[in-house]
T-cell receptor, first 115, second 110 residues
Framework: SAVISQKPSRDICQRGTSLTIQCQVDSQVTMMFWYRQQPGQSLTLIATANQGSEATYESGFVIDKFPISRPNLTFSTLTVSNMSPEDSSIYLC????????????FGPGTRLTVT | GIQVEQSPPDLILQEGANSTLRCNFSDSVNNLQWFHQNPWGQLINLFYIPSGTKQNGRLSATTVATERYSLLYISSSQTTDSGVYFCAVGGWEYGNKLVFGAGTILRVKS
């Protein structure tokens, strides 16, 4: 399995500001994903973070709102831009280990509250 | 896209009781995972089980891929089993993306 850390673990932000969330993995992985979990809801995929190219976004998510970087095979960032209270959620990164035969592992999540 | 349905949505158990959680999915997949989300939001991997049966202590899971369902069994439940249980499906042909069910909220009372 992979060991994944996220920073920050939680934050309270003012509307209109931006927050960048970091995801660090203890080994090189090809596939990284970002998910959102709104309060009381299930997880929804935001985008696939591709190393060396632009992220691939799911329907309903756009790059201007959720820019993603993937500078190398162990690190990625997700920025939540121009935040509104509706962005209050848990944001989780996940990876598919290159030797895990498709099993996906999740970071501990970043709990974001927008006031 | 793939649809994932979990049942029941809520479950309250007395400590020591057994339970079965179900996950139905609408298309062929080659990845199915069960997760437990604890009260702090952490997703714990329980099983990676695209087919067959696996057991880990008091938990076991069975996936019948041809009939597009999976079952998670919890025996002799403990209060620490409380939380939300998610089923998620995906596979290579979907770019390894996972589609999550709505979850089952389990409360185990002492």
């Amino acid at each position: 399995s992979a060991v994944i850390s996220q920073k920050p673990s939680r934050d309270i932000c003012q509307r209109g500001t931006s927050l960048t969330i970091q995801c660090q993995v203890d080994s090189q992985v090809t596939m990284m994903f970002w998910y959102r979990q709104q309060p009381g809801q299930s997880l929804t995929l935001i985008a696939t973070a591709n190393q060396g190219s632009e992220a691939t976004y799911e329907s309903g998510f756009v790059i201007d709102k959720f820019p993603i970087s993937r500078p190398n095979l162990t690190f990625s960032t997700l920025t939540v831009s121009n935040m509104s209270p509706e962005d209050s959620s848990i944001y989780l990164c996940s990876v598919v280990g290159d030797r895990s035969f498709g099993e996906q592992y999740f970071g501990p999540g970043t709990r974001l509250t927008v006031t | 896209g793939i649809q994932v349905e979990q049942s029941p949505p809520d479950l309250i158990l007395q400590e020591g009781a057994n339970s079965t959680l179900r996950c139905n999915f609408s298309d062929s997949v080659n990845n199915l995972q069960w997760f437990h989300q604890n009260p702090w939001g952490q997703l714990i991997n329980l099983f990676y089980i695209p087919s067959g049966t696996k057991q880990n202590g008091r938990l076991s899971a069975t996936t019948v891929a041809t009939e597009r369902y999976s079952l998670l069994y919890i025996s002799s439940s403990q209060t620490t089993d409380s939380g939300v249980y998610f089923c998620a499906v995906g596979g290579w042909e979907y770019g390894n993306k996972l589609v999550f069910g709505a979850g089952t909220i389990l409360r185990v009372k002492s």
